[in-house]
């Protein structure tokens, strides 16, 4: 297990806090040449997999009193799920996972990135650029709509454009080298943090096993996840613990609307519904499911959640023994704390970018490929969370943000030598009939011995399942 195609896994799986000697447990094979790039992103798709697995394969031992459960981690597999957004299909449909607006463009001094494919963000953008408000908002005008950002910001630096458009709540980032971004007071923070981080916040007795014990088949049976995320890396992380046989149900606000595709691809295995927090009803109801939970996973950037009281300390007040999980874009911490982010962002801000470009233009990594594997370390870091509460109580947190990730990607990881060709896809995708039409999507990557092979049910359609419980 010192080899370097286990090494990441290692450093992740002792991020976790878990018994190393469990890693005998993993093996790994397949065709690994399905994310071509020049930073170890298998490396980081392969242990970010098998940390999840092996932590799902500990918690089912738990559970059963049965040895742990050997671990096989198909390279095919996991680079299949990590291009999973991109080969979703609906009736033989595609989803293009960028609107014209999210893209580089060029700036006086170099380089900007920009995200819009929510309307708010598109919206915010357009009026930040000073860029009539109706331009993109109908099919025939994306084109001009692209022109008239594309002069606004040719007259602008990038760290211009940065400021004017995070300023009016929308999201643009300047292409930085990763010199740059290590010398910056984000960067240098975040260089100062581990992969993860993992507290017991209290120590309240361990009510959830008293219900969830009784062996069975899933290790995540019985369990109740209060989804609270948004694209990308949570949706997989909960998604995950779906697969794993919990009951999670995702919560969107109702004037925040999701794009079906992107539901398509993470809402396998859950439920949808919309409430609004600060309506007094819907409040109510939220309550009411916070009390039978027994997992909160965030997504929101720091601050936007923490005004409905749903910081770890208040959740653990009214709800001791929760796992709490929490993840962010940029980090809990520094100047940067409180920005919005998407992978594709983060990407352009550490440095990411320009290591996967030329010398004409920045690139990006095959997948997204942050969001996906920070998504397996969340649902790893909650798996290890059930099993280490049930040792010992206590309500526990987890914490992640895409900047650590980026930031083990590109300093903490080392390529695994003779990576193989002859990757198909094909292999790793299903189809199954949905409220959307016939579903085509890739298998979990996620998988030991006697574990689920798929997921029990497919996405419906978003936000229109009832606030209960499953059963309910």
Same mark, same amino acid.
């Given at each position: 297990?010192?080899?370097? @195609?286990?090494?990441?896994? =290692?450093?992740?799986?002792?991020?976790?806090?878990?018994?190393?000697?469990? $890693?005998?447990?993993?093996?790994?094979?397949?065709?690994?040449?399905?994310?071509?790039?020049?930073?170890?992103?298998?490396?980081?798709?392969?242990?970010?997999?098998?940390?999840?697995?092996?932590?799902?394969?500990?918690?089912? =031992?738990?559970?059963?009193?049965?040895?742990?459960?050997?671990?096989?981690?198909?390279?095919?597999?996991? &680079?299949?799920?990590?291009?999973?957004?991109?080969?979703?299909?609906?009736?033989?449909?595609?989803?293009?996972?960028?609107?014209?607006?999210?893209?580089?463009?060029?700036?006086?001094?170099?380089?900007?990135?920009?995200?819009?494919?929510?309307?708010?963000?598109?919206?915010? %953008?357009?009026?930040?650029?000073?860029?009539?408000?109706?331009?993109?908002?109908? &099919?025939?005008?994306?084109?001009?709509?692209?022109?008239?950002?594309?002069?606004?910001?040719?007259?602008?630096?990038?760290?211009?454009?940065?400021?004017?458009?995070?300023?009016?709540?929308?999201?643009?980032?300047?292409?930085?080298?990763?010199?740059?971004?290590?010398?910056?007071?984000?960067?240098?923070?975040?260089?100062?943090?581990?992969?993860?981080?993992?507290?017991?916040?209290? !120590?309240?007795?361990?009510?959830?096993?008293?219900?969830?014990?009784?062996?069975?088949?899933?290790?995540?049976?019985?369990?109740?996840?209060?989804?609270?995320?948004?694209?990308?890396?949570?949706?997989?992380?909960?998604?995950?613990?779906?697969?794993?046989?919990?009951?999670? $149900?995702? @919560?969107?606000?109702?004037?925040?609307?999701?794009?079906?595709? &992107?539901?398509?691809?993470?809402?396998?295995?859950?439920?949808?519904?919309?409430?609004? $927090?600060?309506?007094?009803?819907?409040?109510?109801?939220?309550?009411?499911?916070?009390?039978?939970?027994?997992?909160?996973?965030?997504?929101?950037?720091?601050?936007?959640?923490?005004?409905?009281?749903? #910081?770890?300390?208040?959740?653990?007040?009214?709800?001791?023994?929760?796992? @709490?999980?929490?993840?962010?874009?940029?980090?809990?911490?520094?100047?940067?704390?409180?920005?919005?982010?998407?992978? =594709?962002?983060?990407?352009?801000?550490?440095? @990411?970018?320009?290591?996967?470009?030329?010398? !004409? =233009?920045?690139?990006?990594?095959?997948?997204?490929?942050?969001?996906?594997?920070?998504?397996?370390?969340?649902?790893?870091?909650? %798996?290890?969370?059930?099993?280490?509460?049930?040792?010992?109580?206590?309500?526990?947190?987890?914490?992640? &943000?895409?900047?650590?990730?980026?930031?083990? $990607?590109?300093?903490? %990881?080392?390529?695994?030598?003779?990576?193989?060709?002859?990757?198909?896809?094909? /292999?790793?995708? #299903?189809?199954?009939?949905?409220?959307?039409?016939?579903?085509? /999507?890739?298998?979990?990557?996620?998988?030991?011995?006697?574990?689920?092979?798929?997921?029990?049910?497919?996405?419906?359609?978003?936000?229109?399942?009832?606030?209960?419980?499953?059963?309910?």
């Amino acid at each position: 297990m010192n080899s370097p @195609i286990a090494s990441g896994a =290692s450093q992740a799986w002792a991020a976790l806090g878990a018994d190393s000697s469990l $890693l005998d447990r993993v093996s790994y094979g397949g065709p690994s040449g399905g994310l071509p790039a020049r930073l170890p992103v298998m490396e980081l798709a392969r242990a970010t997999v098998a940390v999840c697995s092996l932590a799902a394969a500990e918690l089912t =031992s738990v559970r059963t009193g049965c040895p742990v459960p050997r671990v096989r981690v198909d390279d095919e597999a996991v &680079a299949t799920a990590f291009l999973s957004d991109r080969l979703v299909r609906a009736d033989g449909r595609a989803w293009s996972t960028f609107a014209p607006l999210s893209r580089f463009w060029r700036a006086t001094d170099g380089w900007v990135r920009t995200h819009a494919n929510y309307p708010h963000h598109r919206a915010r %953008l357009l009026a930040a650029l000073g860029v009539p408000g109706n331009a993109g908002e109908k &099919a025939v005008d994306a084109a001009d709509a692209v022109d008239a950002v594309a002069q606004a910001i040719a007259g602008l630096t990038a760290l211009e454009v940065e400021e004017s458009v995070y300023a009016a709540g929308g999201l643009a980032v300047a292409a930085r080298g990763p010199e740059d971004w290590a010398k910056s007071e984000q960067g240098v923070m975040v260089a100062g943090q581990p992969l993860l981080t993992t507290a017991r916040i209290d !120590d309240a007795p361990d009510r959830m096993f008293d219900r969830m014990l009784g062996g069975a088949a899933l290790p995540c049976a019985g369990l109740r996840v209060l989804d609270l995320t948004r694209v990308l890396a949570g949706p997989v992380a909960t998604r995950t613990l779906a697969l794993l046989g919990a009951d999670v $149900l995702r @919560i969107d606000a109702p004037q925040l609307p999701e794009s079906q595709e &992107a539901h398509n691809d993470t809402g396998m295995g859950k439920r949808s519904t919309t409430l609004g $927090l600060g309506e007094d009803t819907d409040r109510r109801l939220f309550e009411d499911l916070l009390d039978a939970a027994d997992v909160v996973v965030t997504g929101y950037r720091p601050g936007a959640l923490e005004r409905f009281g749903l #910081t770890p300390e208040a959740l653990a007040e009214r709800r001791p023994g929760l796992v @709490i999980a929490q993840l962010s874009a940029w980090g809990r911490y520094g100047p940067w704390c409180e920005r919005r982010g998407f992978d =594709s962002l983060v990407q352009v801000a550490t440095g @990411i970018a320009e290591l996967e470009g030329s010398p !004409d =233009s920045p690139g990006a990594l095959p997948a997204q490929a942050l969001d996906h594997g920070t998504g397996y370390l969340l649902a790893a870091g909650v %798996l290890r969370a059930l099993t280490e509460q049930h040792r010992t109580g206590g309500t526990r947190l987890v914490r992640l &943000a895409l900047t650590q990730t980026a930031h083990w $990607l590109v300093h903490g %990881l080392a390529p695994a030598p003779g990576e193989e060709e002859g990757f198909d896809a094909e /292999h790793w995708l #299903t189809e199954t009939d949905s409220p959307v039409g016939r579903l085509r /999507h890739a298998l979990p990557p996620v998988s030991y011995d006697g574990g689920p092979v798929n997921w029990a049910r497919p996405p419906g359609l978003w936000g229109t399942d009832a606030p209960a419980w499953g059963g309910a």
